[in-house]
C-alpha cells in the first residue's frame, strides 16, 4: 500500500512558477515509479508527466515539455514537479499517482495509488 499526500499548489500568475510535492508512505514507494496527472474543469484527467523508480528516466506529456521537471527523492519518500512559464491552460488539480511496476507508463489504468490532488490555478 501507498499513501500519497499532495502539495504546492496555489494561485499564480502566468509566467510564474511552482513546485508540487508528493509525499508517500508505504514500503513499496522506492520500487515504484511516480507520475503526475492533471484535470481541468470539464476535461477528463491527463498525464503530465512520469518518473521511473530510480529517477533515471523520465516523460512528458507535449504540453508541458521544456516547462516542467518531475524529479525525486527516495531518501524522503517525495516526488516532485518543479512547473516554469506557468501558463493560464495549466489550472488543473494535479494529482500524484504511484504504480506498482518501477517503469514510465501514461495511462490513468496503470497507476494503483492516487493522492486527493492540489489545485493549480494561473492567472492571466
Same mark, same amino acid.
Given at each position: ?5 499532495? *502539495? ?6 502566468? =509566467? ?5 510535492? #508528493? ?10 515509479? &511516480? ?6 474543469? =470539464? ?13 533515471? *528516466?523520465?516523460? !512528458?506529456? +507535449? ?8 524529479? @525525486? +527523492?527516495? /531518501? ?6 518543479? &512547473? ?5 491552460? $495549466?489550472? /488543473?488539480? !494535479?494529482? #500524484? /499517482? ?6 514510465? @507508463?501514461? *495511462?490513468? $489504468?496503470?497507476? +494503483? !495509488? ?11
Amino acid at each position: 500500500q501507498v499513501q500519497l499526500v499532495e *502539495s504546492g499548489g496555489g494561485l499564480v500568475q502566468a =509566467g510564474g512558477s511552482l513546485r508540487l510535492s #508528493c509525499a508517500a508512505s508505504g514500503r513499496t514507494f522506492s520500487s515504484s515509479a &511516480m507520475g503526475w496527472f492533471r484535470q481541468a474543469p =470539464g476535461k477528463e484527467r491527463e498525464f503530465v508527466a512520469a518518473i521511473t523508480w530510480s529517477g533515471s *528516466s523520465t516523460l !512528458y506529456a +507535449d504540453s508541458v515539455k521544456g516547462r516542467s521537471t518531475i524529479s @525525486r +527523492d527516495n /531518501a524522503k519518500n517525495t516526488v516532485y514537479l518543479q &512547473m516554469n512559464s506557468l501558463k493560464s491552460e $495549466d489550472t /488543473a488539480v !494535479y494529482y #500524484c /499517482a504511484a504504480r506498482s511496476g518501477r517503469t514510465i @507508463r501514461t *495511462s490513468l $489504468d496503470e497507476y +494503483d !495509488y492516487w493522492g486527493q490532488g492540489t489545485q493549480v490555478t494561473v492567472s492571466s
